[in-house]
C-alpha cells in the first residue's frame, strides 16, 4: 500500500511542510515519486520517518540524521557506522537525561519552597541573604524593588 504526502502527515503528526523539508534536506531518499511527480511512501518509509523523528525528537542534529539515513541507504556494509552513531547519540542523550534530572530536582524544590506553608518567609529570608551579600561586596542591590513581606 502506498500513501500520499497528506496521509503520512495525518499518520505521523509531521505537517506537510516538514515532510517536504525533511525531502528537501536529504531525509527522506527512500520515498519514489510517481509519474505525476507526487511521493509516494510505503509502510517501510513510515518506519524510517519514524526513526527519523526518534532522533530528530532526541536532538539529533539534522546533519547527523542525513548521515545516519545515507548508510541506511547503503545497507548492510554500513552496519558498524550506523551503530557507532548510534551509541554516540544514546551517550548524548544519556547526558542529557542526567542534565534534565538534575534541573527537575531544583524545580521541585523550588516548587516545595513555593508550596510550603511558610513560603513568604523563605523567600524573604532567602531574598534578605542575597541583598546583603551584594552589601557586603559593596555592589549594587539589584534587589531595591523587591518587596519583602514575610
Known amino acids: 500500500m502506498t500513501y500520499s504526502i497528506k496521509q503520512v502527515s495525518q499518520k505521523t503528526g509531521l505537517s506537510i511542510y516538514t515532510l517536504r523539508f525533511y525531502d528537501k534536506e536529504g531525509l527522506l531518499p527512500f ?14 518509509d513510515l ?24 548508510a541506511v541507504m547503503r545497507g ?3 552496519i558498524e557506522e550506523r551503530r557507532t552513531l548510534l551509541q554516540k ?14 534541573n527537575l530536582a531544583q524545580i521541585d524544590d523550588k516548587l516545595a519552597i513555593y508550596s510550603s506553608p511558610d513560603s513568604r518567609r523563605k523567600v524573604a529570608l ?10 557586603s561586596l559593596n555592589l549594587a542591590n539589584t534587589f531595591e524593588n523587591a518587596v519583602l513581606d514575610a
Open 126 to 135: 532567602d531574598l534578605t541573604a542575597a541583598i546583603q551579600e551584594k552589601q
Open 31 to 44: 520515498v519514489v515519486r510517481n509519474r505525476s511527480g507526487y511521493r509516494e511512501f510505503t509502510d517501510g
Open 89 to 102: 547519540h544514546r551517550e548524548y542523550i544519556v547526558r542529557q537525561q542526567r542534565l534534565l534530572a538534575q
Open 76 to 78: 548492510t556494509p554500513s
Open 47 to 70: 518506519l524510517l520517518i519514524k526513526t527519523i523523528c526518534c532522533l530528530k525528537d532526541t536532538g539529533m542534529k539534522i546533519s547527523d540524521i542525513r548521515t545516519y539515513i545515507a
